[in-house]
């Protein structure tokens, strides 16, 4: 036991000053008020948190991000199963070919990719110029609103979903598919009983990380939001770096961190059930 | 086979709709144009150029890499035996300490950018080297563990057993069969050390990102939307 | 070569509270001998292997290397060659490499390394390929690097755990008689895990078989095949009928039978053993047991022929070698079968 702990110690140690001590610190401060002339001051009180709950913005910013969240986690588990499952299926040739076409976008980060859904999306861009030539005066606006958001965060998404439900796919094989098919159940139901209920623990991580990191999404709502769509991620940059509202920041970080630990506890409920 | 045609078209959209930003993003940087307007008016080399002439660019692509090698080398160096004695060791609170020294890559980046801004301020250690490393490991220490617990899982079995019988003290059972063997498993730690301060800077595209061996659960910390707060955390 | 002795004396493994999976195990091994570990799975014989090379850590007991206590030594200064069941050959390095290894660590010089790794690949006819890599090698060739790769240290104890089980069958008895011959020739002192009894039976000098941590019987094969002591030994090693019996006034009735034991008996309930190629189609006389009964199944397994005859209400499977012109027995029909007296295996039953 020695040895090991000798071994941990560097690792625990800078644990402790970069991860535990701010965190702490972090949690404290939302225990202090801001002076109206800037700066924090002396603690410890309630009055940050009274006015986050007395204020219908932060409630409202809190479930909106909540609802965001599960919106953009619902459409990017509809628009990634269906493509897991064909590479999945696909000839082994294939497979790999498909697999790093599906994962290539993670080779490119998300600021690029949201620039890429602005040229799509904008008012000069791709689709606007596709509906303009099939003859619509004024396509809709689709960027610096919460359209182009959730359609550039599941686009964003996609891969890890699809990294997930592949890892989940991994039970499934083709021949318990054939044996359902074999006892007589038509396609439609073999997806049902047999590949769906075999799929659920990829899901629900694909799920789990694709809230998680919708709530903690942070450039795609402020590039493609265009200081419109507000979310907790962003919320709590501006108070922190705009504002300079520290306790702000950080009741709202403390909030968020609540989310997601509910978001965790609710998967491991789910998994459980799921694997029971 | 309607179902089968509506099918193939469904898989055709979904994998145009995934793969469509990142393939314009390329036509889109030889753009002639000051603006996002497709389709662009013109093709030109302009914006490469006006990259080379941005000299501030340059020196921070140079403190960039300086910064990565450090990050790299302090994260295997710390990462190394701790991955080991996470990875073996069978004691009480082995899984709490795994949960605790992995957990800043599941929490929202922009909340732990925030909690080291703030107590960065106070010990003055913004836009300071040291600062600058810390932050990093913030990301890539927990990274680092989680890829060589990985490799260090994956190895084959009996190896280093083998080894030992063959007289081989166990430094040297980790310098000749341990490392060697995990090597894959390091480059990929090495190359994110390098890919997390790419990604830190303020207002530029994130650096480059990967799968990991480590798999899908690997793979959501490396979508991080929130990296400009922790930019203005190093760059003061 | 002189082989070197080893002692066992009072080796433990305890795992928390669970009982012993190696319990007091003593053992004298003479030198140059190759002794069987052999045991169902569970039964605490890799174990016992394991601290032997030092891999885990004894509870208690020592292991004497020729009279020297090596119990508190590190598996690198055990000076013992392991072979894994799953050869754990290093995969980064060339078969040669692999072999080197052991060597480059008692620092020896690069020429006699060279010299003695070719020697080593010779001998398990590998030298033609030195600088595969073990991925690239067939089961079996693995197998024999592995083997030469613990005899290159020209190590005091050979240890073998489960070396051949990942080996199909043919290839395993090729491999069971070279084992043997370099065994022979070296002279090393050799002990061999498996859970096959035929393997065991083939190779070994000595047998120690094991059960619950313990040695339920040491002896050479012939011993342990012919003499087993007990019925857990009787029923691993080899095969057996196995039939209930119950002992009084020097004889055994199973049923409606009554047969001779080789020896007195106490009275009580027995179990009565017999291997079924020790039963023939004949007449007993004097100094045999002799049965009548009925055909029941008969299988015809090409070299033998294998019948289930009913008698006393018990069941006894009846193996011979397969002759042209003797045509098997038809279900049904009333046979007499036999076997010597001295072919009896008694057991009082285990606690009832």
């Known amino acids: 036991m020695r ?25 404290a401060l939302s225990f202090h008020e ?47 199963y269906p493509l897991a499952l064909f590479i999945h299926r696909a000839a082994p040739r294939w497979r790999n070919l498909l697999m790093v076409a599906c994962i290539s976008p993670l080779l490119v980060s998300a600021v690029v990719r949201t620039y890429g859904w602005m040229v799509i999306l904008g008012d000069t861009g791709l689709v606007a110029a596709v509906l303009r030539f099939l003859g619509m005066a004024k396509p809709p606006r689709m960027v610096f609103n919460l359209t182009g958001v959730v359609i550039a965060l599941v686009e964003i998404l996609m891969p890890t979903m699809i990294l997930c439900l592949l890892a ?14 074999s006892l007589g159940a038509p396609r439609w139901r073999v997806f049902m009983r047999v590949v769906l209920p075999l799929s659920l623990p990829g899901v629900l ?45 950080a009741a709202l970080s403390v909030l968020s961190l609540a989310v997601f630990g509910l978001a965790l506890l609710l998967y491991g409920r789910l998994l459980r059930m799921v694997e029971a | 086979m309607i179902g089968r045609a509506a099918h193939r078209t469904l898989i055709a959209a979904l994998f145009l709709f995934l793969l469509a930003p990142v393939v314009l993003v390329i036509p889109m940087s030889f753009s002639a144009d000051a603006f996002l307007i497709w389709p662009p008016s013109g093709f030109s080399l302009r914006w490469y150029a006006a990259m080379w002439r941005e000299t501030k660019l340059i020196d921070a692509a140079r403190n960039s890499f300086l910064l990565a090698c450090l990050v790299c080398a302090v994260t295997l160096v710390i990462a190394m035996p701790a991955a080991l004695v996470l990875a073996r060791g069978r004691f009480r609170g082995r899984e709490a300490l795994v949960a605790l020294l992995t957990a800043p890559l599941l929490l929202p980046t922009i909340v732990l950018a925030l909690a080291l801004l703030i107590l960065f301020v106070g010990y003055g250690l913004i836009g300071s080297w040291p600062g600058l490393l810390l932050a990093h490991l913030l990301v890539a220490l927990p990274y680092g563990i989680r890829v060589l617990m990985t490799a260090v899982s994956t190895l084959p079995p009996a190896v280093e057993e083998a080894a030992s019988s063959l007289g081989a003290p166990p430094w040297r059972v980790f310098r000749r069969i341990t490392l060697p063997l995990m090597l894959p498993g390091v480059t990929a730690t090495a190359a994110t050390g390098r890919d997390v301060p790419l990604r830190g800077k ?13 798999g899908a659960a690997d793979a959501q910390h490396r979508h991080r939307a929130g990296a400009r707060g922790g930019a203005r955390a190093d760059a003061g | 070569m002189a082989g070197t002795a080893l002692v066992l004396e009072g080796l433990t493994k305890r795992y928390g509270a669970l009982a012993p999976a190696v319990d007091a195990l003593s053992l004298t091994v003479q030198p140059g001998e190759f002794i069987g570990l052999l045991g169902p799975s569970g039964c605490g014989k890799t174990t016992t292997l394991r601290m032997i090379g030092g891999l885990i850590e004894a509870s208690g007991g020592r292991v004497l290397v020729d009279g020297r206590d090596v119990t508190a030594l590190p598996p690198h200064r055990r000076d013992m060659g392991i072979v894994f069941q799953n050869y754990a050959l290093f995969p980064h390095m060339d078969v040669a490499g692999n072999v080197a290894f052991g060597l480059e660590m008692r620092g020896m010089k690069r ?41 290159v240290i020209e190590p005091s ?7 051949l089980s990942n080996l199909d069958a043919k290839l395993r008895e090729e491999m069971r008689a070279e084992i043997q011959d370099i065994q022979r020739r070296l002279g090393i002192t050799t002990i061999f895990v498996t859970h096959d009894q035929a393997e065991a039976l083939a190779m070994c000098d000595r047998i120690a078989v094991m059960a619950q941590g313990r040695i339920a019987q040491l002896g050479t094969p012939h011993d342990i095949y012919e003499h087993p002591a007990s019925e857990f030994v009787a029923d691993f090693v080899g095969r057996s009928n196995r039939i209930a019996g119950h002992a009084a006034d020097g004889r055994i009735t199973i049923g409606d039978l009554a047969i001779d034991a080789p020896a007195p008996v106490a009275p009580g309930p027995v179990t009565v053993m017999i291997r079924p190629h020790r039963i023939a189609f004949t007449a007993g006389g004097a100094g045999w047991n002799e049965v009548r009964g009925s055909v029941r199944r008969v299988t015809y397994v090409g070299d033998v022929l294998a019948c289930e005859i009913a008698a006393g209400g018990a069941a006894f499977l009846v193996e011979q070698p397969t002759r042209p012109g003797a045509p098997p027995p038809e279900t049904g029909t009333e046979v007499r079968i036999a076997w010597r007296v001295a072919d009896t295996l008694v057991f009082p039953r285990e606690s009832a």
């Open chain 1, 3 to 27: 040895l090991p702990a000798l071994l941990l110690g560097p690792a625990l140690l800078v644990n402790l000053a970069i991860f535990i001590a701010p965190m702490a610190n972090l949690a």
């Open chain 1, 34 to 80: 801001a002076r109206p002339s800037g700066g924090v001051g002396p603690g410890p009180t309630l009055a940050t948190w009274a006015s986050i709950a007395e204020d219908e913005y932060y409630i409202e910013l809190v479930t909106g991000s909540i609802g965001v969240a599960l919106g953009v986690t619902v459409l990017t588990l509809l628009a990634g």
């Open chain 1, 168 to 181: 989940g796919f991994g039970r499934l094989n083709a021949s318990l598919e054939e044996a359902a098919a």
């Open chain 1, 205 to 249: 991580l694909g799920c789990l990380l694709a809230f998680v990191l919708t709530v903690s999404s942070f450039i795609t709502p402020k590039l493609l939001g265009g200081g419109r769509v507000i979310l907790l991620a962003t919320e709590i940059y501006d108070q922190a770096i705009v504002t300079l509202n520290w306790p702000v920041a």
């Open chain 2, 202 to 214: 303020p207002d530029r595209p994130a650096g480059r990102r990967g799968v990991s061996a480590a």
């Open chain 3, 111 to 151: 020429g006699e390394i060279a010299a003695k790794v070719q020697a080593a690949l010779d001998l398990v006819r590998l030298g033609h390929l030195a600088k595969r890599r073990p991925k690239e090698l067939s089961g079996g060739q693995q197998q024999r690097v592995a083997l030469a790769r613990a005899l």
């Open chain 3, 157 to 163: 104890v050979l240890l073998l755990d489960e070396p």
